[in-house]
């Protein structure tokens, strides 16, 4: 069964830091493409970052570029987002997700699979 399990979502005020981690199982990690997109409140999906196969490239939208980190850890199975400096639009529900291809598609649902989100408020 295939699974993208979020966490590390929270409350944190602008300028702070969090860092998202995407645990994968059901299918070959490291034969994917890994994404975060988000979707804030009365907002459309948003496509924030992607990593290739082996965490060797990596893509950002300009609204996080220089801010935030996408990495993998094949062995472990892992994605993670180091999201820095924070800000109030920045807030927003997180997914994690995974396509064989290349995609700048915004909703979970348009990748091969995709997982249930972790919520992150920035306060200001």
């Known amino acids: 069964q295939v699974q993208l399990v979020e966490s590390g979502g929270g409350s944190v005020q602008a300028g702070g830091s969090l860092r998202l981690s995407c645990l994968a199982s059901g299918f070959t990690f490291s034969a994917y493409w890994m994404y975060w997109v988000r979707q804030a409140p009365g907002k459309e999906f948003e496509w924030i970052s992607a990593?290739?196969?082996?965490?060797?490239?990596?893509y950002y939208a300009d609204s996080v570029k220089g801010r935030f980190t996408i990495n993998r850890d094949n062995a472990k199975k892992m994605l993670y987002l180091q999201m820095n400096s924070l800000k109030p639009d920045d807030t927003a529900m997180y997914y994690c997700?995974?396509?064989?291809?290349?995609?700048?598609?915004?909703?979970?649902?348009?990748?091969?699979?995709w997982g249930q989100g972790t919520q992150v408020t920035v306060s200001s």
């Open positions: 997700a995974a396509d064989a291809e290349w995609s700048y598609r915004t909703a979970p649902q348009q990748y091969n699979y």
């Open positions: 990593i290739n196969y082996s965490g060797g490239a990596t």
